[in-house]
């Protein structure tokens, strides 16, 4: 078994940006600059927002956090996204999800400038990325397909099944996969899937982006498959992915851990969307 490596892997990401940053900033007499927005007090969400905001400060992009209490209304959240779509200084926009309760969180991010979209949740991202243009991608399936271009883990032909279809992991996940170039041959699996374990032994490269601790077990995965497990789950123990790692780390070709696997991609990644969003928003080569 062959363990990959996501921190690692981040970590070399975030010094490859760091240069480029620093040379954006000299031509352009400012750094790359993006809005962290967390609304209300979710401590999940705190720490995410956090290392967010030490990534930017370690790669040299500008953060600026705005931190709405949770009784924000949807008008005023409205009018903050307004304001940072007119900031010619801040190139990304994130809002943490999920937002609390009684905020519509599709129509704040339809409201996101597109050219800002650095989490590539905006209906012309998505859009972009189902016709194969150019575009922000999301962060966490992008993350994913850097991680098997730098472990040089073969996708074309390969069968790869995904589990879990929700708009920012599971389904670019599988667009991403059978885009041309990567050519794999995708299966979307989700909670209706007849026979979800046939469909996994199925898999080469198996995503699991579900939200259930260790809900993949050992019997559905074929030998010498490569697992790639986008899982956190919060449990007793600790952070668990959706993939039981230890029964199944001898049976595999190659295997992300949680954590140190796709968690730190998908910051890294971040980085990488808002570098291109800055470059792309300043007319320089995309
Ligand atoms: N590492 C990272 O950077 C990130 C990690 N995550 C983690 O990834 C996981 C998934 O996140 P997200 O996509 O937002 O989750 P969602 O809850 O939005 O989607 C979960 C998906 O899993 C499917 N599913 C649920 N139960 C089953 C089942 N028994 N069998 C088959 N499919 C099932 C659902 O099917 P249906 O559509 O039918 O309901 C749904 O499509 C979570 O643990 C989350 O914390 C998320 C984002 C980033
Ligand atoms: N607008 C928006 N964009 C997101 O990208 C977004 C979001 N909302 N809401 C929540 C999910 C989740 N997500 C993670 C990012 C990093 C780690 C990460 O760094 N994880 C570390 C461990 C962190 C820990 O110890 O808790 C790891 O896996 O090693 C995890 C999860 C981004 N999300
Ligand atoms: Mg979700």
């Known amino acids: 078994m062959k363990l ?22 000299d031509r352009l007499g400012r750094a790359p600059g993006l809005a962290v927005v967390l609304v209300g007090e979710d401590p999940a969400s705190q720490v995410y927002v956090r290392n967010k905001i030490k990534a930017c400060e370690d790669t040299g992009i500008v953060s600026k956090a705005f931190r709405p209490e949770a009784s924000v209304s949807q008008a005023e959240l409205e009018d903050l996204v307004r304001r940072l779509n007119a900031d010619p200084e801040l190139d990304g926009i994130l809002v943490q999800l999920p937002l609390p309760r009684g905020l519509d969180s599709q129509r704040i991010l339809d409201l996101i400038d597109p050219a800002k979209d650095v989490d590539g949740f905006h209906p012309v991202s998505m859009g972009r990325l189902t016709l194969g243009l150019p575009g922000l991608r999301p962060c966490t399936p992008a993350g994913v397909m850097e991680l098997l271009r730098r472990y040089d883990i073969p996708t074309k032909g ?14 670019p996940m599988a667009l ?5 170039g990567v050519d794999a041959t995708v299966t979307l699996c989700h909670s209706r899937t007849r026979d979800l374990a046939a469909e996994c032994r199925q898999a080469d490269i198996l995503v699991a982006a579900i939200g259930k601790a260790n809900f993949i077990t050992a019997d559905m995965i074929k030998d010498g498959a490569v697992v790639i497990d986008v899982g956190m789950n919060r449990t007793e123990k600790g952070l668990a992915g959706d993939c039981d790692f230890h029964a199944m780390k001898d049976k595999v070709a190659a295997i992300t851990p949680v954590p140190g696997g796709v968690g730190p991609m998908t910051i890294a990644m971040l980085m990488v969307n ?7 928003r300043m007319g320089l080569e995309s």
Do not use: F
């Open 4 to 25: 990959i490596d996501g921190k690692a892997t981040a970590q070399t990401i975030r010094e490859e940006l760091k240069t480029e940053v620093a040379a954006l900033k």
């Open 176 to 180: 991403l996969l059978a885009q041309p």
């Open 158 to 171: 390969k069968k790869a099944v995904v589990v879990g279809r929700s708009n920012i992991v599971g389904k």
């Open 274 to 280: 808002t570098l291109a969003a800055c470059r792309r």
